[in-house]
Each structure stands twice: as C-alpha cells, then as structure tokens.
C-alpha cells in the first residue's frame, strides 16, 4: 500500500526553527508537495521538490530525498501566524496526489 | 483568496434531505477535484475532472454525485447521506493534470449530517 508519515503534532517557540518531516512509500515519484492549511481556512501551496536537494523560499525551505524516500519542511524565525497544519502529498506513479494527515504546528510566544 | 470559492461554507443536513455543494475558479484552470478531509486523516480524492469531462472516482459512494457544467464549475450533489459522511469538502482546481501542476484550494464546506 501506499503511505506517507508525517508527525501528528508539533510544538516550537516564536522566533525559533523547526524540521517538520515527512516520509513517504509510494508506488513511483512523480513529485512531492507541501500545503500550509490554516484552521477553517484552504490549503495553500508551499513548495513542491521533484529532484533531491534543497529548494529554499523565503523562511520556508523544502528538502529531498528520493532514495531515502524522506522530506522535511524546515521554517526559520517562527511567526505566531505559522501556527497551522502543514500537509505533505507525494505524486505517484499513475499522477495521483497521494497526501499524509498533516502536522498540527503550534508556535507559542 | 486562492481564486477558487467554495458555497456554502457550513451545511448541516438530515439523512434524508438533498443538497448540492457548489465549486466555483476564478483561474482559467482546466482540472477541477473533489476531495474529503475528515479529523486527523489523509485527504481522499472522490473526483477528478478535465476539461468538463470526469476522469477519475475513488469508489465514491452514489450517494455523492458531481457535475461538471464547465472548466469553471463543478457542483457535488447529496442525497441520503450518513453521519460519517460529516466532514470538510475541498474543492481544488489545477491548470490541467501534469505532475508538476499545483493544485489550488478553495476553503470547504463544513457538512455535518444529523
């Protein structure tokens, strides 16, 4: 079957960084995504990485490696608003999107 | 705004009522998705479609029936739903389907069914 992991809930300090992982096992790699979703509010398009290495965007950078079939997401200099959920998807072999259950980010002060 | 608007935002029906959820992008995209996003669990894709025409169903009951009139609409009609059927409905349009097209999100409809 096909699977994605990723963290239930993590909690880091304002002004900090954090890692969040996501490991996949998928039927083929066709790209790996990553969506903020706030409460009540849509998923939003963070970054996507389709070959290994680092893609930096601002605080926001994604990493990736297909051989390890691993991610992580790592936010610098935490902001109060980046208090969300943050959903890792991996498009597989047939170009489906197939999504992990999302990390619950809680920044405190 | 992610330029894909999602009505209503809340809907609380009875098992045995029929209502439609309504999907409306505002981006020129081609492909439009229904997806469900319940507590703590994965997104799951129910439908796909491309250019008006459905290409994919996830072994979605027929109690949940889509409609696509246009590139720019897409509906999900409900009729005698179930209480597990409760959850978060996202709508998502993409520029078409190729692996590196983003999908963008509107921001759901909360379902509950009583």
């Known amino acids: 079957g096909q699977n994605i992991d990723q963290p239930t809930e993590m909690t880091a300090t304002e002004g900090a960084i954090v890692q969040i992982n996501c490991t996949y096992q998928t039927s083929g790699f066709n790209g790996l995504f990553w969506y903020q979703q706030h409460a009540g509010e849509a998923p939003t398009f963070l970054s996507y990485n389709v070959l290994d290495g680092l893609e930096e965007k601002g605080r926001f950078s994604s990493f990736l490696s297909r051989s390890k079939g691993y991610s992580y997401l790592l936010l610098k200099e935490l902001q109060m608003k980046d208090s969300a959920s943050y959903l890792c998807a991996v498009r597989d072999s047939n170009y489906q999107l197939i999504w992990g259950a999302g990390t619950k980010l809680i920044i405190k002060p | 705004e992610t330029g894909v608007t999602q009505t209503p935002r809340h809907l609380v029906m009875g098992m045995t009522n029929k209502k439609s959820l309504k999907c409306e992008q505002h981006?020129?995209?081609?492909?439009m998705y229904w997806y469900k996003q319940s507590a703590k669990k994965p997104l799951e894709l129910m439908f796909v479609?491309?250019?008006?025409?459905?290409?994919e169903n996830n072994s979605v009951p027929s109690r949940f029936s889509p409609e696509c009139p246009n590139s720019s609409h897409l509906f999900l009609h409900l009729h005698t739903l179930q209480p597990e059927d409760s959850a978060l409905y996202l709508c998502?349009?993409?520029?078409?389907?190729?692996?590196?097209?983003?999908?963008?999100f509107g921001a759901g409809t909360r379902l509950s069914v009583l």
């Open positions: 998502a349009s993409s520029q078409e389907l190729a692996p590196q097209n983003i999908q963008y």
């Open positions: 981006l020129g995209h081609n492909a």
């Open positions: 479609y491309n250019f008006k025409e459905q290409t």
